[in-house]
């Protein structure tokens, strides 16, 4: 009969378990990650349902009992997060995708953290089965403030955890914490994320690149070079497999475990990239450099690009050491 495994390593025991070895770790980060954790066990249940219930999509002219017109999934995502994080009382300011005007918490609920994040990103996509996700980083609040949008208008690396929930035929958490990148997945019969990849480490070069080859004709030198010297390589060397799901989660998902690079540059019709700095590029830049990758704009780190508004875009190469440093090197060669 089977062997039951019954010393299971959580998310929660996992993040607990780091705190100890820091003395002076309060805690408080645990209780957040918890009220995290509680808004995508909620969205992956309910991504899940999608199709049954009729949250994708303002399901036209079928309205509930009450008369309020359907909500699609990522306005429910949304809610969810802000009532988690919120209610977990250790949050001052929260920015989302969904939200125009950073959230600032009320006194006696107000904590010592900022949560940036994207609540489900690729929604666009969910109607024809792609997989999406959320994103998420967490600052804490300067010495001295009472929290406001200032506190979330910083770089990168300032972050003190990045991560992201993928929702696909599993539910995959991937988070740091500043100690390297684990990976977690949601068992549905206990309703805990279990410990199932430990320590993820890019590969220093990969064998695929991502990027929305539609945009090409846009593309600067550097991008029109460095992509094209994938697919045609010096005599000896195979060219690079394409992988392109325009589901960001699923994209930096595949290349920090499998590596390679996933692009989304600045061209002619994007002057700064399409992707978010604050819940984007910033927490997946954090997570590829805690597992050994790389993050550039093609001229600078991108955890050092400060946000100078909090929706503002970055251009974004994230992935394999080598393969970020090959696009480095072309974007200086151009920019002489």
């Known amino acids: 009969d089977e062997k039951v495994t019954t010393d299971i390593i959580t998310l929660t025991r996992h ?58 999934l990522d306005v429910i995502s949304n809610e969810i997060f802000i009532n988690a994080l919120r209610s977990s009382g250790k949050v001052a300011v929260m920015v989302s995708e969904e939200d125009e005007d950073a959230i600032i918490v009320e006194e006696g609920l107000k904590g010592k953290y900022c949560v940036v994040f994207d609540p489900l990103d690729g929604s666009s996509n969910i109607d024809a089965g792609v997989n999406v996700g959320t994103i998420f980083g967490i600052y804490r609040v300067d010495e001295g403030s009472s929290g406001t949008v200032k506190d979330v208008l910083r770089p990168g690396n300032e972050m003190v955890v990045a991560g992201y929930c993928m929702y696909g035929s599993s539910a995959n958490m991937v988070l740091t914490v500043g100690n390297g990148v684990n990976g977690y997945t949601l068992d549905n019969g206990i309703g805990e994320f279990i410990l199932t990849h430990p320590d993820i480490k890019i590969p220093s ?46 994209d930096v998902h595949r290349t920090l475990l499998y590596g390679g690079i996933f692009a989304y540059p600045d061209d002619k019709k994007s002057k700064n990239g399409k992707l978010r700095l604050l819940y984007e590029c910033s927490p997946m830049a954090f997570l590829a450099e805690q597992a050994g990758g790389k993050a550039t704009t093609g001229l600078k780190r991108v955890l050092d690009v400060v946000p100078e508004s909090i929706h503002a875009r970055c251009p974004i190469f994230l992935g394999s050491k080598d ?11 151009h920019s002489k």
């Open 205 to 250: 070069r990969g064998k695929i690149y991502s990027v929305n080859e539609g945009n090409t004709k846009y593309w600067n030198e550097a991008c029109q070079e460095y992509f094209h010297s994938l697919k045609f390589p010096p005599e000896g060397k195979n060219p690079y497999s394409a992988r392109y799901i325009g589901s960001m989660v699923a």
């Open 323 to 333: 393969d970020v440093e090959d696009v480095e090197k072309l974007y200086k060669k």
């Open 15 to 72: 993040v607990l378990d780091e705190q100890r070895r820091h003395k002076e770790a309060s805690g408080d980060l645990t209780l957040l990650l918890s009220a995290i954790q509680l808004g995508c066990k909620f969205v992956a249940a309910n991504v899940r349902r999608a199709r049954l219930l009729n949250l994708i999509g303002l399901a036209g002219g079928t309205q509930n009992i009450s008369g309020d017109e359907q909500k699609k």
